[in-house]
């Protein structure tokens, strides 16, 4: 299949609001696609590579190469190309990365140019999600949506069971089931303000301690341990202590999902990026866990004995948990079978987590099923909000529907010296309306463009609400913000009224 097909429909999909719409354009693109080029096209719609981020940097992205004038460049092509890139090393590195992504570029037209490097970069965000993509495979395939979601959720992969079903037709669902030590895509979560609001929403409920950790999937088949992220990688190697946990349970063939956490001599969770290092590093594993040793503790169980249990309401799944692993080993957890009678008890439990450093709480409905890979509201979130002013120091161009907007904002709390620290980048929160008013507000403001970034006069403060800090030598203070996204706009407030450094500091949320 040619790219141009590609970023037409990936055009076309960024250009209509309606979800029907999306999934026919979808749903005709698969149709045509071969099938063994479906799942590369899947994936490039949703924005991702299969080979990860090739580590290539606006600097490379932006330089001019003069575009192909017809479209000639197939999907094959640009997945080759980009395995190549992701393949460099060594001394030459960047010149070999230029050099191959410059005969990329040079053989796409200026449309592809556009979709390849927004590819490139992790920036298409058109709306061909997951969730639209799958219902144009089911539209394409002629199967039930909810087949072809739950055969997602059990193999982890849309591209590859979307290649499977169009090659293969409906039958090819039923080969995708459950299997100890292949993982499932984790089961996610939406947010409540409240325990009370979430208590309302769901009912009878689990609330549990909601740790700021790596979440992990434990998959064991006799002697065998595999341990999994979330993004389904596997990291067996760099947690001994888990793989030891896993090893010493009762049971000899079971998948536990649970987050894996630090803690200090105190007993209280130490900072997630210290955790997020730790599992991060590859070298001298062994070194790495006498220095930081990390605890996993578990609060679900999807099979045992051979059994797959995701069906089953979350307060018999529990039971199984409880029988399999213990306590200590689990996550602290309240049973609230009368959500107004025992309002107060939650409230108390919650208090409580947050004061032993964790993030807050989860509270899980007691007859929802494990819906891997999905964020329903039968989990709801409830942690405290943060929120800061902050000073928008420069501002990236936005790249797909963002396209000749001021998207990515670059932001800065007071420092001591009358300067601004720079304590991250987002552009999440932003609706259209907001980003219009702000590229308005950010180009009369502007002393600077290099075609990626606009610097501006720190002028326009702006409200935004972030779950916590993280340690960053990039920025001069020391840390970031984590998970920061913009609440609204503040041009009734000088710089001058944002927030310092000092306060950010001062008033550090949370373990990290």
Avoid: C
């Amino acid at each position: 299949m040619l790219l141009a097909e590609v970023a037409r429909v990936s055009r076309e999909v960024a250009g209509t609001s309606a979800r029907s719409r999306k999934s026919a354009l979808l749903a005709e693109l698969f149709r045509a696609a071969p099938p063994a080029e479906a799942g590369l096209v899947i994936a490039y719609l949703s924005g991702r590579l299969p080979q990860g981020r090739p580590g290539i940097g606006w600097r490379a992205l932006g330089r001019e190469v003069a575009p192909a004038e017809r479209p000639a460049l197939t999907v094959p092509e640009v997945d080759a190309a980009v395995t190549a890139l992701a393949a460099v090393s060594g001394p030459g590195a960047q010149n070999e990365r230029q050099r191959i992504l410059d005969g990329l570029l040079g053989a796409a037209t200026a449309d592809e140019q556009r979709f390849l490097r927004s590819l490139l970069s992790g920036e298409v965000r058109q709306g061909a999600l997951d969730a639209v993509a799958l219902e144009g495979v089911a539209a394409a395939a002629e199967v039930p949506a909810a087949a072809l979601r739950r055969a997602v959720m059990l193999d982890g992969s849309l591209p590859r069971v979307a290649g499977a079903v169009l090659a293969e037709g409906p039958a090819a669902l039923e080969t995708f089931t459950l299997r100890v030590g292949r993982p499932v895509q984790p089961m996610l979560a939406n947010t409540a303000a409240s325990v009370a609001d979430a208590l309302a929403a769901v009912g009878p409920a689990s609330v549990e301690e909601k740790l700021d950790g790596i979440r992990v999937q434990v998959h064991r088949d006799g002697s065998e341990v595999g341990v999994f992220t979330r993004s389904l990688d596997e990291i067996t190697g760099r947690l001994p202590e888990v793989v030891e946990l896993a090893r010493a349970l009762p049971g000899d063939r079971f998948v536990l999902d649970g987050e894996v956490i630090g803690l200090d001599p105190a007993g209280r969770p130490v900072p997630f990026q210290e955790v997020a290092s730790r599992v991060g590093s590859r070298l001298d594993v062994p070194a790495a866990a006498r220095t930081l040793p990390l605890t996993a503790y578990f609060f679900d169980v999807l099979a045992a004995e051979g059994e797959v249990l995701l069906d089953l309401p979350a307060r018999e799944r529990h039971a199984t948990l409880a029988a399999l692993v213990p306590e200590a080993s689990r996550v602290r957890r309240l049973a609230v079978e009368d959500p107004l009678g025992q309002s107060a008890e939650a409230e108390e439990f919650s208090a409580a987590a947050l004061g032993r450093g964790h993030e807050g709480v989860m509270v899980k409905a007691l007859d929802s099923p494990y819906a891997a890979g999905r964020r329903g509201k039968q989990w709801l979130k409830v942690k405290p909000v943060h929120t800061l002013d902050l000073v928008v120091l420069a501002a990236e161009w936005g790249h797909g529907r963002r396209t000749g907007l001021l998207s990515n904002l670059h932001l800065g709390a007071r420092a001591a010296d009358g300067t601004f620290a720079m304590l991250g980048k987002t552009f999440k929160g932003l609706t259209d309306e907001m980003l219009r008013w702000q590229t308005e507000r950010l180009r009369e403001l502007a002393t600077g463009d290099d075609g990626w970034t606009v610097r501006v006069r720190p002028e326009l403060v702006v409200e935004i609400a972030y779950d916590g800090l993280q340690r960053s030598p990039r920025y001069p203070a020391g840390v970031a913000l984590r998970f920061a996204r913009v609440v609204r706009h503040r041009p009734d407030k000088s710089a001058a009224e944002a927030d310092t450094v000092e306060t950010v500091l001062g008033t550090r949320p949370g373990p990290g």
